[in-house]
């Protein structure tokens, strides 16, 4: 079966680091890019960046620039999202999510079950 | 870079009812525009690539259209799982932006 599985749900204080995880199964990981999203609480959906496994090409939204790193280890076909100072705006869900084809320009057709993040003193 | 506006931001309407709701481009993003349905508590799902062509296993009562910085999802036939909040997407190049999302509710 095609999926990607993320890491559990993560409660943490401020100024700690996190690093969530996106396993991909059941296709060739290092052909497909993975995006990563946030959404806030009751908000919408934002794009945060996305990375070729194969290469570890990566790309960020000026949003999210120097916030977060996005990694890939394809030895365990796991993508990453890491923060080193996490913040209370950082609470939200996210989610990871492969492109339907082999290429930068496609959109996402299969998505990870969503990792929470809650970040409070 | 790139912004995404989606109107109107929630809409109410009678099943059985045909519904569009629009996603505007402040340049042109060709047919790079995909159309997601998210339903309360659940992850978002693929409903239309490339602007117009749906995604597998998608009713054929949603559809899409438009090209550049135009584009429109139409429900054909509104039914009560249909209640979601649906977004665009362009995707030909970074930043991957979302629109603001359309919430629609029945009447």
């Known amino acids: 079966e095609v999926q990607l599985v993320q890491s559990g749900a993560e409660v943490k204080q401020p100024g700690e680091s996190l690093k969530i995880s996106c396993e991909g199964s059941?296709?060739?990981?290092?052909?497909?890019?993975i995006d990563w999203v946030r959404q806030m609480p009751g908000k919408g959906l934002e794009w945060m960046g996305t990375?070729?496994?194969?290469?570890?090409?990566?790309k960020y939204s000026p949003s999210f620039q120097g916030q977060v790193s996005i990694s890939a280890d394809t030895s365990i076909t796991t993508a990453y999202l890491q923060w080193s100072s996490l913040k209370a705006s950082d609470t939200a869900m996210y989610y990871c999510?492969?492109?339907?084809?082999?290429?930068?320009?496609?959109?996402?057709?299969?998505w990870g079950q969503g990792t929470l993040v809650t970040v409070s003193s | 870079d790139i912004q995404m506006t989606q109107s109107p931001s929630s809409l109410s309407a009678s099943v059985g009812d045909r519904v569009t709701m629009t996603c505007r481009a402040s340049q042109g993003i060709s047919s790079y525009l995909a159309w997601y349905q998210q339903k309360p508590g659940k992850v978002p799902e693929l409903l239309i690539y490339a602007a117009s062509t749906l995604q597998s296993g998608v009713p054929s009562r949603f559809s899409g259209s438009g090209s550049g910085t135009d584009f429109t999802l139409t429900i054909s036939s509104l039914q009560p799982e249909d209640v979601a909040i649906y977004y665009c997407q362009k995707y030909n190049s970074a930043p991957r932006t979302f629109g603001q999302g359309t919430k629609v509710e029945i009447k």
């Open positions: 999510a492969r492109h339907a084809e082999s290429g930068y320009n496609y959109a996402p057709d299969l």
């Open positions: 990375i070729f496994p194969g290469d570890s090409d990566t």
């Open positions: 059941g296709y060739t990981f290092t052909n497909y890019w």
